[in-house]
C-alpha cells in the first residue's frame, strides 16, 4: 500500500502595506483618505494610534493645518474633518483635477522622450481620476487642450495611425499617447544603453 502523500502548507510573505502620502495637493486627497482608511480599518487600530499614522502621513500645508492639533483619540475624527474641510467635496477636487491637466507642461518644442513619458503618465492618471468622479472629460475641449501641449512628432504619428486629433475620443488619443512615448523612450533607452558600453569598452 502506498504511503500517504504528505502535505506541507505553503507560507505565503506577505507585503508590508507603506502609509499613503499627501501634501497637501487637492486632486490626490480622495485617493489618500481612501487608502489610509483602508489600511487603518484593516489593522484595527484605536483611533490614538490612527491620528499617530495620519500625521506621520501628511506633509507641507497640509501637515501644518493639524500641527497645532493635540495627539489625542478624539481629535482623530476632528484631524480628519479639518482635512476634509480643506481638500474635500467631489466638486473641489474636480476642479483640482482639471486644472492640473491643464497646467501639464507644453511639449511643443521639447525633443526629450522621458518629458513626454512623463507627461504621458501624469495625463494617463489624471484623465482617469476625473472619469472616476464623472466628470465630462472625453470631449474635444479636453482634446484642444492635450494637442496644444504636443510635439510635432506626436501630432505626425497620429495622424500616421489614422487617428488625429478630432477625430477620435480623448480615451483613444491619451492611449495612443502613451503607446507612442513608451516606444520613443524604450529606443532612447537603448540607444543610450549602447552609447555606454560603447564609451566604456573605449576607456
Request: charged share 20%; with cysteine.
Amino acid at each position: 500500500m502506498a504511503a500517504p502523500t504528505s502535505w506541507n502548507p505553503i507560507k505565503l510573505q506577505l507585503p508590508q502595506m507603506t502609509l499613503p502620502r499627501f501634501n497637501g495637493e487637492i486632486a490626490q486627497y480622495l485617493e489618500f483618505r481612501e487608502s489610509f482608511f483602508s489600511i487603518m480599518n484593516h489593522l484595527h487600530l484605536d483611533d490614538l494610534t490612527k491620528l499617530h499614522y495620519l500625521k506621520s502621513s501628511i506633509s507641507g500645508e497640509a501637515a501644518d493645518l493639524l500641527r497645532s492639533l493635540p495627539i489625542t483619540g478624539q481629535n482623530f475624527s476632528n484631524a480628519i474633518a479639518t482635512l476634509d474641510e480643506q481638500y474635500g467635496g467631489i466638486p473641489r477636487i474636480k476642479h483640482a483635477i482639471i486644472l492640473d491637466m491643464q497646467n501639464l507642461p507644453n511639449l511643443k518644442t521639447n525633443e526629450d522622450p522621458s518629458a513626454l513619458h512623463h507627461f504621458a503618465v501624469q495625463l494617463g492618471m489624471l484623465f482617469d481620476r476625473a472619469l472616476m468622479l464623472g466628470c465630462n472629460v472625453d470631449n474635444e475641449s479636453t482634446i484642444t487642450t492635450i494637442a496644444d501641449k504636443l510635439p510635432l512628432r506626436v501630432i505626425n504619428a497620429l495622424i500616421t495611425l489614422g487617428r488625429p486629433p478630432y477625430s477620435t475620443t480623448t480615451r483613444v488619443m491619451i492611449q495612443d499617447i502613451k503607446n507612442f512615448s513608451n516606444s520613443e523612450k524604450f529606443a532612447a533607452d537603448l540607444h543610450n544603453n549602447r552609447q555606454q558600453r560603447h564609451h566604456a569598452t573605449t576607456m
